[in-house]
């Protein structure tokens, strides 16, 4: 992916999204899946992941990623803003359903994944866990560490965090399957399966010719792996490729 700097995008119109640079980063993956799926042209510009990314903070006011600035509008950096700011870019194909209780369920689910104390929230406890094991006091003052409320007692409680989150996804699937339809909410695509494939990556990384993450990103994902067990249900991978295969490119860019 080509990125901008700072300086380079700060004075440009249209919509500008920093994105963490040289990793599929959860939540920055799936802005892009959202953006890919409407056609919204965008400028990447470049986050250094656990830098302190002083001109993204002088420009925006945030140091992490994603952060979507729309012209002058302010800058966005939460899931559920940032799909509405591409609904309102380009309502066709809708990812949000029209119908109320389905719009609720999706957002609920939405939650559980991507929210803060969420499934990938505590997928990073689990992360933070191995870097503090393998990097010991020089990760320790990281701005990563610092804003993330992570600590040994919130990485000891992630995993029965994020094993019920699969477990409520993959009953939905299985639920959906029994009528016909492969996407979690009625039969289209809608952002929580674009939510899915991003973070899905996290505890089944696809292989460097999909996904050519540096090695460290493999190490520091695989104990996420092992701490939701079998609460990845097979169906939820069926899942993911077939998202990445219909409405996706591979390999990963970023
Ligand atoms: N603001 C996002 C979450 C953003 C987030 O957690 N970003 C992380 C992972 S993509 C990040 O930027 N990590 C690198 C860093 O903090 O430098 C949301 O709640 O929707």
Redesign the pocket.
Known sequence: MQYKTVAEAKNLSGLRVAL?AGGP????EATKYILHVKKIPYVPVAQQ???TNDELVAWTGH???PVAVYNNEAPR???YEILLLAERLAPTPSLLPQQVDERALMIGLSTAL?GEDGFTWNARHVMFDTLLKTQGDAFKNNP?VL?YSYSEQNAAAAPSKMKPILEALSARLHKQQSVGSKYFIGDQLTALDLYWAAMSQLVDSYPPEKNPMPDFFRQIWAPVRGAVGTALDPILLAHRDFIYTQHLTLPLDF
């Open positions: 963490t980063a959860p939540w920055g992941g656990g830098g140091r992490n990623a950096t939460g899931w991507c990563m804003s």
